[in-house]
């Protein structure tokens, strides 16, 4: 059986929260970038969070994208998991 560590899920969490406070998002890619990677919250499928924000498909692929490049660059900036 699968064993869950919670202290590295309590890490994750954290510096999931610190990329939020870093990241210059707006409001809406902030809420989708929480629920995508379940930031305070449980992660969501992108078809639910589509329907959510009322966003297409094809416009969620290009939120998300950018969601994911800017915190791909903040990642690398930091060397957060290293």
């Known amino acids: 059986m699968f064993k869950i560590d919670t202290d590295m899920i ?7 929260q610190l990329i939020v406070d870093e990241a210059v998002f707006d409001e809406r890619q902030t809420e ?4 995508r990677y379940g930031v305070g919250e449980s992660i969501k499928e992108p ?8 966003l ?3 416009k969620l692929k290009g ?5 994911d490049n ?3 660059n ?3 900036k930091h060397d957060i998991f290293e």
Request: aromatic share 10%; glycine share 4%.
């Open 10 to 16: 309590e890490i994750v969490n954290n510096q999931l």
């Open 56 to 58: 297409s498909p094809k």
């Open 63 to 67: 939120e998300l994208t950018k969601i």
């Open 74 to 76: 903040i990642l690398k």
């Open 47 to 54: 078809r639910k969070i589509g329907k959510i924000y009322k």
């Open 70 to 72: 800017k915190v791909f």
């Open 32 to 35: 989708i970038f929480k629920s």
